[in-house]
């Protein structure tokens, strides 16, 4: 199939040339003639399907085709969980529509708002947000919504987990009921589907991948290693194997400052990712990443999710994720778009447990290996201590108010924002990391 064959426009031909693409990825044969047809739709894809054009080539086609007012109302607006993902999906927009008269922002938390609000009032077109920002320039009466024609929520899981159910109650409401709705999530939970009832209108189901399988062209390897060894055997790899590109996940952000200064003084170029870091410091690692300058990214999960690193050779999971869905989100960064890649888990003894529970996900017994000087522990605990424990053990399927990571994790910025009954409720929640 070809994405001639798709009924877009000549000006967004040209755009998808420029790209380089040839073939339209699954998902994008699959919804782009349903979103121009005007269909509610609800996927399931995750970041490395191509499911950003997959809403967006569609999304401008019907704006470029539909009435354009003087003062440019916002017609479309692109909601997701992290600024990261905001940032790329306006990147993926401004691309895309390059031929054509449409304009487009992105806004979030943990910048000056001052630019945004200008960029909103000359007139935009499609608005890219977070829900923190978006509520709070609403609230300020900097925007409005009454114009909406499109609505995508965009890794809905990840925007439900992040607790951000109430602020998409409150948007919806602020928006009108006729427009058409566009649900995409890396997974089918319960929670998910209930939000596709509550916001879709008799929506056609998507799926580009099944879910919670793993990618094929992604080799994955577990290290046993014992957890003081973990630090010396990632240097190991990373040097001797002369890997010039790889992304570490830690399980929390002082663990991802720590490794990161240990990289440093052995010689490794590093930058960590995650939510203490202030805005600039994460747009900076992050594009110091994708350009080369920085060899290794150590990010949590919250902070890397989504994000489109093309052609990433490898990720690390210097620990292995409490929820075994993280895990097929973390590996995903690899084995992009067709290309292979490498995924290792070091693994001591306290994470037999978080592994298994993957293996059981993932429906793979994935290798193990041992490397000499850096064995495991046998007088190790064989599984996480109880306090972890309580931590983590719920599934995607549980409750949205039960806790989900350490409380290590919990971002200290976003959570003295908040009123403290408020405080009190969330918790438990999984991470805020990356709230804006
Ligand atoms: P996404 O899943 O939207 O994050 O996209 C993942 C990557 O695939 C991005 O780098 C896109 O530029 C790229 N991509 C999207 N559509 C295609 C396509 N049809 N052919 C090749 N690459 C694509």
Not at 217 to 230: C, D, H, S, T
Not at 276 to 289: D, E, I, S, V, W
Not at 350 to 366: C, F, H, M, P, Q
Request: charged share 25%; proline share 5%; glycine share 8%.
């Amino acid at each position: 199939m070809s994405f001639n064959s798709l009924g877009l426009s000549e000006a967004l031909l040209k755009a998808i040339d420029k790209q380089g693409y040839t073939t339209p990825s699954p998902i994008q044969q699959k919804a782009i003639p349903l979103i121009l047809e005007g269909k509610d739709v609800l996927a399931s894809a995750q970041t490395g399907t191509g499911k950003t054009a997959g809403f967006t080539l569609p999304m401008l086609q019907k704006l470029s085709q539909g009435q354009q007012l003087r003062q440019r109302p916002i017609r479309a607006l692109v909601l997701t969980p992290t600024r990261e993902l905001a940032a790329q999906v306006h990147n993926n927009v401004k691309s895309y529509s390059e031929f054509l008269d449409i304009r487009s922002a992105v806004i979030f938390g943990g910048v000056n708002q001052r630019p945004q609000v200008a960029t909103i009032r000359n007139g935009v077109d499609i608005l890219i947000a977070t829900p923190g920002r978006l509520l709070d320039l609403n609230n300020q009466n900097l925007l409005s919504l009454a114009k909406i024609e499109i609505l995508v929520l965009d890794e809905a899981d990840r925007m439900l987990d992040m607790g951000f159910k109430r602020d998409l109650d409150k948007i919806m409401k602020l928006m009108p009921n006729r427009r058409q709705n566009l649900l995409f999530s890396a997974t089918f939970s319960k929670e998910i589907k209930s939000l596709a009832n509550e916001f879709l209108y008799h929506p056609v189901l998507v799926e580009a991948t099944p879910e919670n399988t793993t990618v094929d062209a992604i080799e994955q390897k577990v290290y046993r290693v014992a957890k003081e060894l973990k630090t010396g055997l990632i240097i190991k790899l990373i040097s001797e194997g002369d890997w010039q590109q790889v992304l570490v996940f830690t399980r929390t952000k002082h663990g991802a400052n720590r490794l990161c200064k240990k990289m440093i003084s052995s010689g490794i170029t590093a930058s960590a990712i995650h939510g203490n870091k202030g805005q600039g410091a994460r747009t900076k690692a992050l594009a110091g990443f994708k350009n080369g300058s920085v060899r290794v990214l150590v990010a949590t999960d919250i902070a890397a999710r989504g994000l489109d690193i093309p052609l990433l050779p490898h990720v690390v999971n210097f620990e292995l994720p409490n929820i075994a869905e993280d895990y097929v989100h973390r590996i995903g960064r690899t084995g992009r778009a067709g290309a292979s890649g490498e995924a290792i888990s070091l693994v001591c003894g306290e994470e037999r447990e978080y592994l298994r529970d993957i293996e059981k996900l993932v429906g793979l017994k994935i290798p193990v290996d041992i490397i000499e000087g850096f064995e495991p522990d046998p007088n190790a605990p064989s599984s996480p201590s109880k306090k972890k424990q309580q931590n983590s053990r719920h599934s995607r399927g549980t409750s949205l108010n039960k806790s989900k990571s350490s409380k290590n994790d919990t971002a200290k910025g976003d959570q003295s924002r908040r009123p403290k009954r408020n405080r009190n409720r969330n918790k438990n929640r999984r991470s805020k990391d990356n709230r804006s």
